[in-house]
Structure formats: C-alpha cells, structure tokens
Nanobody, 123 residues
Framework: QMQLVESGGGLAQPGDSLKLSCVAS?????????MGWFRQTPGKEREFVAA????????YYAEAVKGRFTVSRDNAKSTADLLMNSLKPEDTAVYYC???????????????WGQGTQVTVSA
C-alpha cells in the first residue's frame, strides 16, 4: 500500500508561484507509477491537472494550466512536484497527488491518493 503526502499549499496572490510536493512511501517501487495531480473545489468533481509518466519522459497537462504549471518527479527521492506559476483565482482548490499504472486524466484510474493540500489564490 503506497502512502502519499502532499505539502506546499497555502495562500497566494494572483500572479504568484507556489510549489506543491508529494512524497511517496510503501507499496511497489515509486518509479513504476505514473504520478498525477488533480484538484477539487466544493460541489465539483475532481479535475485533472497534470501527470508525469514513470520514466519522467512524458508529461501531460490540462488546457487550463498548460504553460503555467510544470510537473516533475524524482524517482530517487520518491517525490513528485507541481510548480504553479502565474496563479489565478480560478486555481483555488484542494490539490491531490495520485499514483496510477499509466498516464490518464481519468481520476478513477489512479490507485493511491494523498490527503490533499489547499491552495487559495486571492488578492
């Protein structure tokens, strides 16, 4: 059973940057999983943000964050990061990292989830 713990959320102003980190422990080797980032606001379904494949050779982004967010991973440290630049108020959400067998925007395909970290973007 893999455990995922996110950190790095908080309050930011529009245009600011934040970096979220996800640390994995337990379960199958971290390098065998795609790592995804999702976000959720009250009353809405969990939304795909970005994913990085197990080999870190392929990254995927939702259109809403493309060009502003960068996803990366360090297999040696079992970590996955989400660097968020040029933040907008509509980026406000609880952000979750997740681990799954392949890169997909479908949240149902991810096997393990962190507890989430709140990101609030407000002037």
């Amino acid at each position: 059973q893999m455990q995922l713990v996110e950190s790095g959320g908080g309050l930011a102003q529009p245009g600011d940057s934040l970096k979220l980190s996800c640390v994995a422990s337990g379960g199958m080797p971290f390098k065998d999983y795609t790592m995804g980032w999702f976000r959720q606001t009250p009353g809405k379904e969990r939304e795909f943000v970005a994913a990085v494949s197990w080999a870190a050779g392929e990254t995927y982004y939702a259109e809403a964050v493309k060009g502003r967010f960068t996803v990366s991973r360090d297999n040696a440290k079992s970590t996955a990061d989400l660097l968020m630049n040029s933040l907008k108020p509509e980026d406000t959400a609880v952000y979750y990292c997740a681990a799954g067998p392949r890169s997909t925007p479908d949240a149902g395909r991810y096997r393990y989830w962190g507890q989430g970290t709140q990101v609030t973007v407000s002037a």
